[in-house]
């Protein structure tokens, strides 16, 4: 069975788990570590496709259009 544990580690890398675990043996488990505050990269990856409908657009390319280089 896989379980999602809330934890946090510290600078030293030391793991503390913010919940009890009752386990019958030894599991392996895997560490995610999250950015603070507010996990701005994860917003903006989850953004970005509904984001994208709007700037690609014509209307945007035109109103940007003077901050592209001139092409040779």
């Known amino acids: 069975m896989i379980r999602t544990v809330e934890a ?3 600078e030293k ?3 503390r788990l913010l919940e009890e675990v ?3 043996t ?3 488990a895997l560490v995610t570590i999250l950015e603070e505050p507010g996990f701005t ?3 903006a990856l989850l953004s970005e496709a ?3 409908e709007d ?3 014509p209307e945007e390319d035109a109103a940007w259009s003077h901050l592209q ?3 040779s």
Do not use: F, Y
Request: aromatic share 4%; hydrophobic share 40%.
């Open 55 to 57: 700037w690609n657009r």
């Open 50 to 52: 509904s984001l994208a």
């Open 8 to 10: 946090t580690i510290d």
């Open 69 to 71: 280089p001139a092409l």
């Open 13 to 15: 890398g030391i793991v």
């Open 41 to 43: 990269h994860e917003t």
């Open 22 to 24: 009752q386990l019958t």
């Open 26 to 28: 030894t599991c392996r």
